[in-house]
């Protein structure tokens, strides 16, 4: 799986390369290439391997999937800020807002927004009534009704007087984490005009799967391994699905959902098996 991750992730990293070559220099370019370099490239792989499952061809998926990996990376830029997590260290290197300033930082992610909803509206993307669905659904999936709605509400949660509970840790990762992941996974059925229930079931399950397992690193994992602080979520009493699974309860959790999220993929045979692996590897991760 790994090695399957690395050749999507390098595919990614040549188009975002070019996409940016002509924005040429300064702090804003310069931070957008810094900020968009490394990570696994998990959403960019969800809308890849989706595409394959429909028959869309890979000149035309590697623009969405560089869109969802720029606006992935928007959103951290944005998250590690002093006035958000207030993170130094992000993919074992400085966080833009410590590299440059918090002003550049915030610059990064407004042009790495901006850029995300360009590359899901180039002419060979598709059509234009798919390109006018992926970024309608991308537009959704990220700002207030999804992604931003999920950090509003984990942003309240730090000040709330009562733990979160289960249900309302669920729903706030859904946004967080969830919304960009599920729009990930059902891309290539988009653009396709297909059926993407299926992808959307397996994708619910993988986004929570995949925050559990954040909660697990948190707890378990170290800064040299996860590129990244960790501890912060028990430091600062944040609830998470450890918090109220407990450790094992939360791998159980985990577990369950990545057989829930293969289950979801049966209509696709053996030709899904690519998901399967992702799925199975989430749960693995230590980073």
């Known amino acids: 799986?790994?090695?399957?991750?690395?050749?999507?992730?390098?595919?990614?990293?040549?188009?975002?390369?070019?996409?940016?070559?002509?924005?040429?220099?300064?702090?804003?370019?310069?931070?957008?290439?810094?900020?968009?370099?490394?990570?696994?490239?998990?959403?960019?792989?969800?809308?890849?391997?989706?595409?394959?499952?429909?028959?869309?061809?890979?000149?035309?998926?590697?623009w969405p999937a560089t869109a969802i990996e720029a606006l992935h990376a928007y959103s951290l830029v944005h998250d590690d800020l002093p006035a958000m997590d207030d993170d130094d260290l992000r993919r074992g290197q400085p966080t833009v807002h410590v590299k440059w300033d918090e002003a550049t930082a915030i610059l990064v992610g407004d042009a790495l927004q901006s850029l995300a909803f360009e590359l899901v509206a180039h002419p060979?993307?598709?059509?234009?009534?798919?390109?006018?669905?992926?970024?309608?659904?991308?537009?959704?999936?990220?700002?207030?009704?999804?992604?931003?709605?999920?950090?509003?509400?984990?942003?309240?949660?730090?000040?709330?007087?009562?733990?979160?509970?289960?249900?309302?840790?669920?729903?706030?990762?859904?946004?967080k984490t969830g919304a960009l992941i599920q729009w990930s996974a059902t891309a290539g059925a988009r653009m396709a005009n297909a059926d993407s229930r299926p992808l959307g079931t397996y994708a619910r399950a993988l986004g929570l799967a995949f925050q559990i397992q954040d909660d697990v690193i948190d707890v378990t994992g170290d800064a040299a391994s996860a590129g990244k602080a960790v501890g912060k979520d028990a430091a600062a009493g944040k609830a998470t699905f450890v918090s109220l699974l407990g450790l094992e309860g939360a791998r159980a959790r985990a577990a369950s959902l990545v057989d829930e999220a293969c289950d979801a993929l049966s209509c696709y045979a053996a030709r899904a098996d690519a998901l399967r692996d992702l799925a199975r590897f989430v749960i693995s991760r230590q980073s």
Not at 137 to 158: F, K, P, T
Request: hydrophobic letters at 45%; aromatic letters at 2%.
């Open 1 to 62: 799986m790994q090695a399957r991750l690395a050749a999507e992730a390098a595919a990614i990293q040549t188009h975002l390369t070019s996409v940016l070559d002509p924005f040429g220099t300064g702090p804003v370019a310069e931070g957008m290439r810094y900020a968009t370099r490394g990570g696994k490239r998990i959403r960019g792989f969800l809308v890849m391997e989706s595409a394959r499952l429909h028959d869309v061809a890979e000149s035309a998926a590697i």
């Open 124 to 175: 060979d993307c598709g059509p234009a009534a798919v390109r006018a669905d992926l970024a309608l659904s991308l537009a959704r999936a990220a700002g207030g009704q999804g992604m931003v709605l999920g950090q509003a509400l984990d942003i309240a949660a730090e000040t709330a007087t009562t733990p979160l509970t289960l249900d309302e840790i669920t729903t706030l990762q859904a946004g």
